[in-house]
Each structure stands twice: as C-alpha cells, then as structure tokens.
C-alpha cells in the first residue's frame, strides 16, 4: 500500500471526565484521566489495532476520536478535517466518512425500530438519498453486503441472533459510505464460531471499499489476525506501537510482554512449556495514576528513574515506537 | 483412578411460554478423583444448566430433569432429599464458582462474614475458628492482608480480588469437587492468568477435582486433564486434552480450532468460519444436531442422532462420519 | 449464510425467561411492536376485563346522553326529593329531586372529561420537564428537579384544596361542544394537571437517562443525528411504556382527586353534575338509610379506577420492550 497522506492523525489526544459531588454546586473533586496524550496516525486501507485492558482507555479513545465525546485537548484530523474543531454541517460531512461498530449487538441497535428504519438512518441523516422507494432498495443492497437477506427488513432487532444483529450494525455503518470505521470491540460479545463470520466479513468489505480500521479489542489473539499495525494501550497511554509481526515477535516494553505471556495458547504443550509474566496486582485508578512511569509499580524491571520521569515516545527500530526507560 | 462422579443420560428441559426448551439431551460423563476436566462449548450449548442440574441449582419449575442418574461416591445427587443436598452436598462436597464475582457475593456483608458463615453451618465451627480458618483460606488464595480484609465489603475489592474471595469461599468446606463456571470470563488477560495459576497451585495443594466451564478453548489448554466439547445439549467429543487439540475428531472442535486465530503464529489464512448458528432449542431435536453446519454431513446426520462412540483410548465422538477418511461409521 | 433457528448467544439461565428468536423466514410471521403488545396484553385476563369495564361505562355515559337531556338530569322538583330506586327514577332522587340515574350519566362524562384532560396535562408538563432535565443534565437538570421535589414535598391534597379554593371562587360558566360547562371544570383540570405532573417527570427522566446510555444513542450520534431526532425518534419511543401507564393511572388518580375535591364541596359546582360532587351531598344522609345518593356514583368511581388500574397493569407488562415473549 503506497503511502501518501495519512487518513487519521492523532496528535495529543486527551480526555479528561471531571469527577464531581455534592448536589447544588457540583463540585470538581478529580479528573479521571481516560485519555491522556494519545499519538497516532492510521493510513488508508490500513488496520490499526488498539489494545488495552478494560479501563485503559482504548474505547474512550475510539470514541473521542469520533467526537463523541468532547476532546479535553488534542488534535484529530480524518481525511484532513480535524474533528475536534469542527461544528455543524462540516461536521456531518466528518460524521459522514467516519463511522463506527459497536461491542453489544443488543444495545446498539433501537429495539423500537425495524432494521430498514435503522440501517437507512444514515440515508436520511445524510440527506443522500431522498426517495423512499431507492431508499429501501438501498437498504437492501446494503444487506446483502453484509449477509443478510434483503427480505428481513421489516422486521425488528430482537428477531435476530447476536452475529446478525451485528452484520446489521455493519450494514448501518457502510450506508453513508465511509472512508473510517472504529470498530469498538466487535467481536467480544459474539461467541467464537460467529466471531469468525464476522471478522472475516470485515476483511471482505476493507478489501472491496478500500476501507480503513481502527480496531479497539482485547483479544490479543484476534488483532495479530486482522491488524496491520497494532499500539498497546496502559493508563490512557500508548506504551508501544509497531507492525503486528514485529510487535508480537520482538516486542519491547514490559507491559506488552506480560499482556501477551497471559493470553493462553490453544495448545497444550506450547501452553504448558511457555514462561509466564504473572503481573501482581490490578490496573491503578487512573483519577491518580502513578508517578513517572504508569506501569511502574507494576513493572518487573521498574527502577528509580521510571518513578521518577515520564518515559519518552521513540522509535527504537524503523517503525517501532515505546515509551520505556528500560529498553 | 476411581470416578468421583458419574452422570448418566442426564436430560434437562424448560417449560417456557414458548414451548420446551431442549436445553440437555441425555449427556453421559464421567470424573475422576483430582482431575481437572473442562466442558467447552458456546453459549446456550447447555454446559452450565448440566452442572447447575447435578448441584439441583435450577428452579422447577420451569426446569424439569427429565431423565438420568448423576452418581456421587455411591448417591444419586439427583434423587437424595432436598435437605441432604443442602446440608451435606452443595457448598460442602461439591462447591461451585460463577462467573460474575460481582454478583455472587453479598454486597453489605463483610467478606469474613460470609466466609465464617459458610463454615459455621457446614462445618460446625465457633466463630473464632471460623476467622481462624477464614484468614488462613484467604491468604492460601493469595490475599494480602487477610484478617483486615475479613472486614472489608466486597465493592472494596477489585474484579480479580472478588474471584479469589469466591474461590477461598468454595474452598471453604475442603470440597472434593470445584465446578467452576467461567471463572475468568468477566476478567482481563493479566488477571485471568493470575486466576488460573492460583487454580493451579492450588489443585496440587489440595487434592480436589475441578470442572471447569469455558467457552475459551485457550484457557483449557494448560489447565485441563480431559475436555468434553458440547453442542446444542449434547456432548459431540470427549478426549484427553492433548488429542483434543492435536487430533480433533468431531467435524465440531475442528472447526471451532479452525475458527481461532493464534497470539504464537503469524496470520498464514483468513479464519475457517462456521456458517450458520447453533440450532434452536426450542425445537425437539432431530438427528446430529451440528448436521445444518457441518461440512462431513451425509444423509444419515438428519436422522439419526449419532451417540458418543470411542474412536481411540479415551478419547469419543457423536459423528457417524470419519473426517480423516470421509468414511462412515 | 444460514438463518435459520437461532438462538440468543446468552447464558443458557436467560432461555428461562428470555425467549429464544428462532427467525424462520417462512414460517414467523412479521409483527409489529403493538402487535407484540397486543397478544401479551390479551394474556392479562384482569386487563381485558378492565377493558370490557371501562368501554361499558365510557358507553353508559355516552350512550346514556341520548336517552335522558342533560335539562332532564338538571331538572329540580323538590315534591320528589329523596325518592328510592323504583321503576320512574331506577336509581332514586337525590335531595332536590333529580334523576340520579340521568346525572351519573353526565356526571360521569365530566368525571372522564376531566380525567383525561388532567392526565394530557400532566404528561405534557412532566414529559417535557423529564425529558429536558434527563437528557441535557447538568444545572438545568438541578434546578428542575430541586423545583420537581419542591412541588412532591407540599401535600397534594393539601394543595389542590388551596388552590380550589383560591381560583374557583367566581368563574364564569364556559360553552364547549355545544353544551355548557360550570368554569370550575376547567379550574379543577388545572390544578389536579399541575399537581400530579412531577410523577410522570421523574419517571420520564429516569426512562432518559438510562436510555441515552445505550449504544444506539451513541450510534445515532455517530451516524450524526440531530439531538432533537436523538430525541424524538429515539428515546421518546422507548421511554413511551412508562408514560402510557403513568397515562393511564393518571386518568383514575384524575378522576379520584376530581371525586375528593368535589366531595368536600370545592370542586365543580352545581348543577354541573360530577360523580365526586354527587357525593357532597350524600354525605348528610347516610345515616338516614339514604343508600341511592352514594352507592351509584360511589360504584361508578371504584368500577372506573379499578379497570384503569387494571389496564395500567396489563399495560405495564404488555409495552415491556424487555419481555419479548410472543
């Protein structure tokens, strides 16, 4: 894939949720810091997978990144506009190119609507077809697309099983033809002879429209399938990014290495025979997070210095960034 | 090895306003003293409403048992009265983990309340041998801190933390059987590995046999002696672990390890996916009940149900074909 | 790709209650929500017997002004005062000679008039009051609610005698429909519309809140639409099961209150009949042995509020978007 410009550029991204008490006068008592300086860029056609434990931030990104949430400071430019700035019908033409897949096929679909009303939103939102008639043949086409057959229109989320809510939820993010697509863990709440269906339909429809992905996941295992790239998320920050290969063969950062020693292998013998990194305690809360480095305290190479100062973002081989004193 | 359980021809079913739910259908399956076996199967495939029918956990109605014999050192668990089961069984010789260690325990109840408690009425202790005993479970399952942490409540715990006080609570009574169902579902990666390392350790400390439910085929890889695989309500392979990922049999468990990417290799292929979703079960089921999915099918899979046959030592399916040769049974 | 009979990937436990979708092109046919909610309501067999009820007496009332004037349900002759239930007046007269059977036939269409307009008032003040301060949150919220609470603290009924007291005390009499009203209707419809309406505004914002974390609505965002489409086409129509309870329990709690103020004699005047202020006088000889005067328009008031709450129940469980039982 040449390389000219890049679709989506992140330059410092943050996201900060204030936390308050008291009931009259709200009260800032704390900043939750979801995100908090977030770099990137993701190129056309291109899959970059974003990987994290729950809490990490990596949805709260995602959505940020869409402008779904008000960006606390930052940058996000798609295609050139930068989101975060833009208002009105500039943004509805970002809204427009840039979509989203959601985790929960049951929560993510209006249950009062019939999947024609849900999939065609888009359509009327965007004004791009006009005609009720081409509307529903749209709708249909659209279905198609994603495996689903044109005559189940009528009918109302709560009919479907879970891997066809999904394809639905699919069908309603390619209606307004987009050049993005965040996909929000799409696969996790799907069980695993589905979730295959559904990835496999994904890289079907990124090879037939050119599409570009960001793909927020935790299943480590499924994002070295799909992604070209893939950045580990810890405390709100990106603590290393690299191509998929490189990133699970000579990984560097300590937290990757016990993010990937933990994911079991479905093999007894290779299972068996692996050294685990068993990290002792859980994610600190990220209203306080650590000092200088976030993984510090619970880092296995932690020293003084990573108590101390914040580690830099480097490229320690040709597209291989960390953020890391020790390595 | 002496089989510690036994089930037979176990059939479950509910009576819902939509008609019967074929939820199990005549499962037969045994477990050995100090072995660890995983059931594997997705959601809705009946691996948890088999154990919760053995432990007698499901309201009837609309449950209904319809059939079957679950043997445990020499009683049926599911004909003894109602009181034996409560009293000397459940919680005592068999004890049971949930998935969601955030509702399975009480939120304003101490921990060490509802640790002591369990050990006051199975194991008729005094309080203060029950807190003895609690903090020594506590700190087995690797809880620093234990005598304060028996005055925390649970939303002072963290997910991870929840599990092992669940753990420590089934450990309580010295069970010689733990069924866990989907222990580490609800948890990340690190913590899962945490869990399953503790389930390790502590297997060998205390001889005890485990079932453990997942719908993860990595998880069980280093954990598990046996696996039984199961579909729709019934069980299609059982075998040692090892022959369960090197020689699947079962069109099924083949295409379910075909349908996983691995975190160890590099991408060589697009995923096998299955077409089709599992079948309903609210209609009575009717030959192989994987026939609409599978791709071995011949004509004999719509009509008659295939039975778990051994194809090897310990090692059985429910297949009337052979997917090496393409041979029928 | 198969679609054929497919269950919900959810814990098997959940097949207890929930239902299990078998989507079967051919042989499901397609319904529509209400249809959904039809067939569970006609399960409730109390509400369809509260349906059956309330189109009765909506019938005896209506039906009823074609047979008797409202002049002959106003008509005084005090030589036939407290006459007991006989063939010429089947439910007696009342202390000035009126027909009492002729007046709870137009007492009862004020008593539902008056019903029904309070509930539209109150659900359009509590549905926009639950709605803004659900949706937008923040101080806007703070002060609605804090002003919501305010009007939950004072008592009601406290406050509707007040108020009754305060604006009923000279309002000209209104024409409507032809026909002419005593002005104290519309005072009553006021002040019960504007009491009862912080009800249905927690429930609605309640409904908001929980409804607009759902993924839909960030979908909906997603996609780019509007806030008031967010809304109106998306939260609305899931919030409206609450509201069409809360519709329906207004309209007896409406007619209840009508009945309490009326009885005390400061609701809608004479000769205006109303089944509440056919009570008021009622009152001095009950223990007379002058049952007529109270058990009719008291039995209408308790058949009415019974088969509304009926319904209200049954449509409770009927509009339940998470009980998908067919």
Known sequence: MSVTQPLVEVQNLKKYFPVTSGLFLQRKVGMVRAVDGVSFIINRGETLGLVGESGCGKTTAGRTLLGLYPATAGVVRIDGHDICSAKGRELLSIRRKAQMIFQDPYASLNPRWTVNAIVSEPLRVHKLIKNNKERSERVKELMGLVGLSGRLVNRFPHEFSGGQRQRIGVARALASEPLFIVCDEPISALDVSIQAQVVNLLEDLQDQFGLTYLFIAHDLSMVRHICDRVAVMYLGVIVELAERNELYEHYLHPYTRALLSAVPIPDPKKDRARQRIILTGDVPSPIHPPEGCRFHPRCPLAGEECRINDPQWREAAPGHWVACHKV | MTKILEVNDLMTRFHTTEGMVYAVNGISFHLDEGETLAVVGESGCGKSVTMMSILRLLPMPPAQIAGGTAIYLGQDLLKIPDHEMEHNIRGKEIAMIFQDPMTSLNPVLTIGKQITESLRTHMFMDQAAAERRAVELLEMVGLSDARQRLKAYPHQFSGGMRQRVMIAMALACNPSILIADEPTTALDVTIQAQIVELVIRLREQIHMAIIWITHNLGVVAGLADRVNVMYAGYIVEEANVEDIYEDPSHPYTNALLAALPRVDRRRDRRLKSIAGAPPSLLVEPHGCPFAPRCEYVVERCGMETPRLTPVGRDHAIACWVDIKTGAQR | ?326
Request: aromatic share 10%; proline share 5%; glycine share 10%.
């Open chain 3, 1 to 326: 790709m198969a679609k054929r009979g497919i269950p919900d990937p959810q814990p098997a436990l959940s097949k207890i209650e929930g239902p299990v979708s078998a989507l079967d092109e051919l042989e499901t046919p397609i319904l529509t929500l209400s249809q959904l909610a039809w067939r569970r309501f006609r399960r409730h067999k109390m509400a369809v017997a509260g349906v059956i009820i309330l189109i009765l007496l909506v019938a005896y009332c209506i039906g009823g002004a074609f047979i008797f004037s409202e002049s002959y349900a106003n008509h005084t002759d005090t030589s036939l005062r407290l006459q007991p239930p006989a063939a010429e007046h089947p439910f007696g007269t009342d202390t000035t000679g009126r027909d009492i059977l002729a007046r709870t036939i137009y007492g009862g269409q004020i008593s539902l008039l008056i019903g029904l307009t309070a509930m539209i008032l109150e659900i359009t003040v509590g549905v926009l009051i639950g709605a803004v301060t659900g949706f937008f949150g923040g101080w806007l919220d703070n002060i609605l609610m804090r002003f919501t609470e305010a009007v939950l603290i004072v008592p009601q009924i406290f406050l509707l005698l007040v108020m009754a007291k305060f604006f009923g005390g000279n309002v000209p009499n209104i024409v409507f429909l032809g026909r002419e009203f005593s002005g104290s209707v519309i005072v009553i419809v006021f002040i019960i519309g504007l009491t009862a309406w912080p009800y249905t505004a927690r429930i609605v914002r309640a409904q908001f809140l929980s409804i607009k974390e759902n993924e839909f609505i960030l979908a909906a965002r997603a996609t780019g639409t509007s806030t008031w489409g967010i809304i109106f086409r998306h939260i609305l129509p899931n919030s409206i099961a609450p509201i069409v309870v809360a519709a329906t329990l207004g309209v007896a709690n409406a007619i209840t209150l009508e009945a309490y103020i009326s009885f005390l004699g400061l609701g809608v005047r004479p000769p205006t009949a109303t089944w509440g202020n056919m009570l008021e006088g009622a009152y001095n000889y009950i223990d007379q042995g002058v049952y007529w005067l109270w058990l009719f328009p008291g039995l209408l008031i308790l058949f009415i509020v019974l088969s509304i709450n009926f319904v209200g129940d049954g449509l409770r469980d009927a509009l339940d978007p998470r009980s998908r039982a067919v």
